[in-house]
T-cell receptor, first 116, second 113 residues
Framework: AQKITQTQPGMFVQEKEAVTLDCTYD???????LFWYKQPSSGEMIFLIY??????QNATEGRYSLNFQKARKSANLVISASQLGDSAMYFC?????????????FGKGTHLIIQP | NAGVTQTPKFQVLKTGQSMTLQCAQD?????MSWYRQDPGMGLRLIHY???????DQGEVPNGYNVSRSTTEDFPLRLLSAAPSQTSVYFC????????????FGPGTRLTVT
């Protein structure tokens, strides 16, 4: 079974500061993908970034980067130069890539609030 | 492309009533799935399908039925609604190759009284 743990229920950050959202995972699958999603107050799920378990480099997408430490089973999301529009719930998720196609396993999320 | 669409956006049911939540995608994705999101929780997988005619259970399948007669549509049926099924329901689709990124619909907010 897969498990995602997000230990920060809520975070307050000053605008323009960098933010690190923590995510640890547990799986016995040798091949898996790690995802981060943003859910603003409007409710939609917005895909941010993906990291494959065999990717050699950490993934980056604009202001988002994923700090992947495989040995520690962590996949932290880093948001550089935070903006007021970054205020939202953030979910870490994982999926087996071994052909089981059993969907995403989500953490409980971190509520990020950016303060001016 | 419309992406993933869900209807209705909001629904109120009485205990014991049945209904179908609709989900459709126009991206020719093989994989489709249903999740529910309860307050303070992440999304949990209800059922999924890897192609037309093939469905399987996720983490929380009890009380829900699904079928997949076409690639585009993946309806979720509540046969006898219970207050415990009050939740926000998301449908998602993806290819089965590459990053397996899942594209989510806008969600259906269901209240069972």
């Amino acid at each position: 079974a897969q498990k995602i743990t997000q230990t920060q229920p809520g975070m307050f950050v000053q605008e323009k500061e960098a933010v690190t959202l923590d995510c640890t995972y547990d799986t016995s699958d040798p091949s898996y993908g790690l995802f981060w999603y943003k859910q603003p107050s409007s409710g939609e799920m917005i895909f941010l970034i993906y990291q494959g378990s065999y990717d050699q480099q950490n993934a980056t997408e604009g202001r988002y980067s994923l700090n992947f430490q495989k040995a520690r089973k962590s996949a932290n999301l880093v948001i550089s130069a935070s903006q007021l529009g970054d205020s939202a719930m953030y979910f870490c998720a994982m999926r087996s890539l071994g052909g089981g196609a059993d969907g995403l396993t989500f953490g409980k999320g971190t509520h990020l609030i950016i303060q001016p | 492309n419309a992406g993933v669409t869900q209807t209705p956006k909001f629904q109120v049911l009485k205990t014991g009533q049945s209904m179908t939540l609709q989900c459709a995608q126009d991206m020719n994705h093989e994989y489709m799935s249903w999740y529910r999101q309860d307050p303070g929780m992440g999304l949990r997988l209800i059922h999924y399908s890897v192609g037309a005619g093939i469905t399987d259970q996720g983490e929380v399948p009890n009380g829900y039925n699904v079928s997949r007669s076409t690639t585009e549509d993946f309806p979720l049926r509540l046969l006898s609604a219970a207050p415990s099924q009050t939740s926000v329901y998301f449908c998602a689709s993806s290819t089965r190759q590459g990053a397996y990124e899942q594209y989510f619909g806008p969600g259906t907010r269901l209240t069972v009284t």
